[in-house]
């Protein structure tokens, strides 16, 4: 069964502690894994898509990574408007078309 | 450009009554989906339109009927609200070029079905 399952579910840090969000997924045929922030009451903020492994993306503070079996979204020195929920998806071919299979996403919570 | 723009923002309902939730877009989008967010679980497709004039359900369909009125615009409507269907509802389009394409998300709809 294809599956995306984020770790930790929540995390809190104190600004300036770097740290990394994980998202391993079990699929068939990966066409891509994305990133999305999203803040409270508002719909999902595309931040990074990643095709193959070892390729490797960043904004800002964070930095995003692909092997074969995971993703992982560091934070480096993260602060305070860094707060939010960081979903993963998948992308695969499902039934003729191009389908993204969400995890349940990390809130992270960063304290000044 | 406004991107993904959905309304209302908020709407409670009675159980037995019916809604439409509407989407448009400005990015040209081929594709339009309909997603629903639960707590404690990802996103969830309810339907999807791959271009204009086409609908397919997606993993979650059942209660739902969608309408994709011309490129824009991508309706989502309960015919008989059930209380199962409180949740957060968003709206997503993306261009498919290439094989390779990203959805871009509007603000969504809270739905309290009561």
């Known amino acids: 069964e294809d599956q995306v399952t984020q770790s930790p579910e929540a995390l809190r840090l104190q600004e300036g502690e770097s740290s990394s969000l994980n998202c391993s997924y079990t699929?068939?045929?990966?066409?891509?894994l994305f990133w999305y922030r999203q803040d409270p009451g508002k719909g999902p903020e595309f931040l990074f898509t990643?095709?193959?492994a070892g390729e490797e993306k960043e904004k800002e503070r964070l930095k995003a990574t692909l092997t074969k079996k995971e993703s992982f979204l560091h934070i480096t020195a993260p602060k305070p408007e860094d707060s939010a929920t960081y979903l993963c998806?998948?992308?695969?071919?499902?039934?003729?078309?191009?389908?993204?299979?969400f995890g349940a996403g990390t809130r992270l919570a960063v304290h000044p | 450009n406004a991107g993904v723009t959905q309304t209302p923002k908020f709407q409670v309902l009675k159980t037995g009554q019916s809604m439409t939730l509407q989407c448009a877009q400005d990015?040209?989008?081929?594709?339009m989906y309909w997603y629903r967010q639960d707590p404690g679980m990802g996103l969830r497709l309810i339907y999807y339109?791959?271009?204009?004039?086409?609908?397919d359900k997606g993993e979650v369909p059942n209660g739902y009927n969608v309408s994709r009125l011309n490129k824009r615009e991508f309706s989502l409507r309960l015919e008989s609200a059930a209380p199962s269907q409180t949740s957060v509802y968003f709206c997503?389009?993306?261009?498919?070029?290439?094989?390779?394409?990203?959805?871009?998300f509007g603000p969504g709809t809270r739905l309290t079905v009561l």
């Open positions: 699929v068939s045929g990966l066409r891509g």
């Open positions: 998806a998948v992308r695969i071919l499902s039934g003729g078309y191009n389908k993204l299979i």
């Open positions: 339109s791959a271009s204009e004039g086409t609908t």
């Open positions: 990015m040209n989008h081929n594709s």
């Open positions: 997503a389009g993306s261009l498919e070029t290439s094989g390779r394409n990203t959805q871009y």
């Open positions: 990643l095709y193959s």
